[in-house]
């Protein structure tokens, strides 16, 4: 062999190992493995909720995409937004009501009357996402999953079986709408956040607090108002968001586990769950001793929506866009209850 003929031999041999190589590497190549974040308290139910779903994401394809899960760790409640827009992590569990004045059109579901059930209220929220009612609210961390809250109610430490009971008492309201609703029903509004309710009853700052059943666990609200008013008066949403650079990066069967097991289905699966939470606590609560659930009487609560009316018509005047949403939320849970299984 001559040394021209043995060089190209060697150099042809040096050209076949790197194509190996090349191809041992694509098939070796780690799935990126995406942060997934929530503001819950470790061990609690919701918790265990979003465990048991991540578990399902990394069973759908683990050769393209896998999920690791954080709890109150990459972000809290007002950062979490910003945790994920920022890439500390890559899917957040988003409370538009932390970020004020980016969600106007997304806060619709405050307003009191709007959905009873949160599995048809969460479906309907996205399928306006789909429709793009919400205009830029989402342009920076866009939504792979939402959900609404069942309607929080008035729970209060002194009797109240109808509206005039509630004239003159102090309620502790989140946000403006739950406000507007106090006001309209002639109690005295005072502005407190969630986490302070607690403390405000036991303090006697106020008297009672508009929110969900779904509140009463973590905060322990049943240990400070035992009368419970079951009137529709407003509700709050959430949202899982990702990272759109992420997002952006991920192979088109990363992109399908999380098409096919989040959007509209866990939004559902979300929506139902709070509703489960909501049912059930309402039912240890009625057995405690001492607490009392009323329900509005229908004429009773033809009067209240005379009342709330005003405040529904305020919001969509004032938030461009906001009655298209509005409407479109509406006609899509009802037409959702009136086909819903009825055994």
């Known amino acids: 062999m001559t040394q021209i003929s043995t060089i190209r031999a060697v150099l042809a041999c040096a050209a076949a190992l790197g194509v190996a190589a090349l191809g041992l590497g694509t098939a070796e190549a780690e799935a990126p493995t995406l942060k997934y974040a929530t503001t819950a308290p470790p061990g609690s139910h919701i918790a265990k909720f979003f465990e048991a779903h991540v578990e399902a994401l990394n069973k759908a394809n683990p050769e393209a995409i896998k999920f690791r899960i ?81 309607p929080s109610i008035l729970n209060t430490q002194k009797p109240v079986t109808a509206i ?9 309201a989140l946000g403006k709408e739950a406000a507007d609703i106090i006001q309209a029903l002639k109690g005295t509004p005072l502005s407190i956040q969630l986490f302070s309710f607690y403390q405000s009853l036991q303090n006697h700052m106020i008297e009672g607090v508009i929110t969900s059943y779904t509140a009463f666990d973590p905060f322990k609200l049943h240990e400070q108002v035992s009368y419970h008013y079951e009137i529709n008066a407003g509700g709050s949403n959430a949202y899982m968001g990702m990272n759109k650079k992420v997002w952006a990066g991920l192979s088109a069967e990363a992109k399908k586990v999380i098409d096919d097991l989040e959007r509209e289905k866990f939004s559902r699966e979300l929506g139902k769950f709070w509703d489960g939470v909501a049912e059930d606590t309402r039912g240890r609560v009625a057995k405690l001793p001492g607490h009392q659930i009323v329900k509005a009487k229908p004429d009773e609560q033809a009067r209240i929506d005379r009342l709330m009316q005003p405040i529904i018509d305020a919001w969509m005047k004032d938030v461009p866009g906001g009655e298209a949403v509005y409407k479109f939320v509406k006609a899509d849970y009802e037409a959702q209850v009136k086909a819903r299984p009825t055994n």
């Open 164 to 172: 005039d009971d509630l004239r003159g008492i102090k309620i502790g």
């Open 70 to 150: 954080y709890h109150s760790t990459l972000g809290n409640m007002q950062t979490i937004y910003d945790s994920t827009k920022n890439e500390v992590a890559d899917i957040g569990w988003i409370s538009p009501t932390m970020i004020p004045g980016k969600f106007k059109k997304t806060e619709f579901t405050r307003l009191p009357g709007v959905c009873d059930v949160a599995e048809y209220c969460s479906v309907a929220i996205w399928h306006a996402y789909q429709k793009g009612l919400y205009g830029d609210e989402f342009d920076e961390v866009p939504p792979i999953a939402v959900h609404a809250y069942p």
